[in-house]
Structure formats: structure tokens, C-alpha cells
């Protein structure tokens, strides 16, 4: 396989906010898309890199949350790359369905009443839709990998496994203060919004346990497995009751 790189992509300052390319000599994987509006940062870090949109062959979309998906209509159009994404959170994609939010921490329960996390996106359909537990190769886009379900976070979650031991990995794990970010970037915490702990650790754990070393993300980061599996450890020992969920996302626009 050709060689590949991992840029990070900054949506927000101070890693706040992030979205990835994994670059080759043929192209690239775009990694999330960030908030509403982001096509342009997106499109600066294209070209510090020798890049444009139309090098971009895949756009993998980890999860419905709008600081992941919000730019994704817009730079598919772009791009002409298709979008790849899980079934279980098509009805958030589509705006047919509010997103339920389930806050982890004080910071979650404060930044859910801003407009922040409920900011509306340009609904869409995923080009690629991923099934239950499936993985998808991603060799036929130049990188040696797959993408794999790792719900937890959200229904439809997924991470991307690469054979240089490396994972992103959405928001199934942050690093830093508050929401992310900002300072300390080699502390793993909760993302402010997390489904299921334990199903979060599970996912961590085998994601450790087969062989990943560095894991990127889209809050603070990145993480080394030590630290990643610490995390876990912690995360085991929660039930759900650790997690308030019932807030839900205005209606769709």
C-alpha cells in the first residue's frame, strides 16, 4: 500500500473541535467533516498539503452529532467522494429524528442548554451504509485499513482501524479539560456526551487488545494506548446511571 499520513484538521481552537485526512499518494480519507460552515478550514489544510477536494476519495463520518457531520453535505458536494457512515444513526443524518443526548458531567448537563451542540446541518444520506457489526475495507481508497462498528457513544458509531496502529475514533474517547482540548491533551476524559460507558470500554479495550497504539480524536488528542486503556479501566467500573440522558435536539429544520 502506498504510505500515509494523519493531519489533523482544527475546527475550534485549541483542539477543541477536530476533523482528520489520512493522506496517501493517491489521495485521501476525509475524517469527519466539523460544525456547520467548516469547508473552508477543511479546504485550507487541503492545500497545505498539495491538496484539493477532488483529492478526496471517501468521506467517513463517525458519528450524527453536528460538530462531526455539519459540513459532510456540502463537502460531498464538493468533492464528488462518497459518504460512509452506520445505519443506526441514518435517521439522525437524514434529520428525520432529534438527536437524544446523554451528559456525562457537569460540562455535558452546561453545554447541552447552549445552541452549540444542537446547531441544524444539512441533512443527507449516507452513499455507503455500514450493517450491525460489518467491517469495510478501505483498501479499494488507498489506505490500509478498515472501518468497524464501535457503538457506544452513539447507536451508530463507528472508528477506523489502520494497519500503522493507529485509530480515530470519533468521540469515543477525549483528552484534555471541559469539553476537550484547551490544555492537559495527554488526560483521557469523557466526551460531554457518552450512550453506554460500558459498551465505550469494551469497544477501548479491544481496540487496545488488538494492537492499536495511537488514537485520534475529535476532542484533544491524541492518546497513547496506555492512557486509552486507564480510561477504560474507569469506564468499566460506571453503570449508565453515571450518564443523564433524555435531552433531545430542536426539531429538524
Not at 467548516?38 to 479546504?43: D, F, H, L, Q
Not at 457531520?69 to 437524514?94: N, V
Not at 493507529?166 to 476524559?189: E, H, M, T
Not at 453506554?196 to 494492537?211: H, K, S
Amino acid at each position: 500500500m502506498a504510505s500515509q499520513e494523519i493531519i489533523q484538521i482544527p475546527i475550534l481552537p485549541f483542539n477543541m473541535v477536530n476533523a482528520h485526512l489520512i493522506k496517501t499518494d493517491d489521495g485521501c480519507i476525509l475524517v469527519d467533516t466539523g460544525i456547520p460552515g467548516s469547508e473552508r478550514k477543511v479546504e485550507r489544510v487541503l492545500h497545505k498539503h498539495g491538496l484539493t477536494f477532488k483529492d478526496i476519495k471517501l468521506i467517513v463520518i463517525t458519528h450524527a452529532h453536528t460538530d462531526h457531520a455539519g459540513s459532510a453535505a456540502r463537502i460531498r458536494e464538493l468533492s464528488g467522494a462518497p459518504i460512509l457512515a452506520h445505519k443506526d444513526d441514518t435517521d439522525y443524518y437524514s434529520r428525520k429524528q432529534p438527536m437524544t443526548y446523554c451528559t456525562t458531567s457537569w460540562v455535558g448537563r452546561l453545554f447541552v442548554k447552549t445552541p452549540v451542540p444542537h446547531e441544524p446541518y444539512v441533512g443527507f444520506a449516507p452513499d455507503i451504509l455500514m450493517k450491525d457489526a460489518e467491517t469495510i475495507s478501505l483498501k479499494d481508497f488507498g489506505v490500509d485499513g478498515i472501518v468497524r462498528h464501535t457503538a457506544g457513544h452513539t447507536p451508530g458509531s463507528i472508528g477506523i482501524e489502520l494497519a500503522s496502529q493507529d485509530a480515530l475514533v470519533g468521540d469515543l474517547i477525549a483528552s484534555g479539560i471541559l469539553i476537550g482540548g484547551i490544555a492537559f491533551n495527554g488526560r483521557a476524559i469523557r466526551p460531554p456526551f457518552e450512550d453506554d460507558p460500558q459498551t465505550v470500554a469494551r469497544e477501548l479495550e479491544r481496540l487496545v487488545n488488538g494492537g492499536a497504539k495511537r488514537f485520534h480524536m475529535g476532542h484533544g488528542g491524541p492518546l497513547e494506548a496506555p492512557e486509552v486503556l486507564r480510561h477504560a479501566k474507569v469506564l468499566a467500573k460506571l453503570h449508565p446511571a453515571h450518564c443523564v440522558c433524555g435531552q433531545h435536539a430542536p426539531a429538524a429544520q
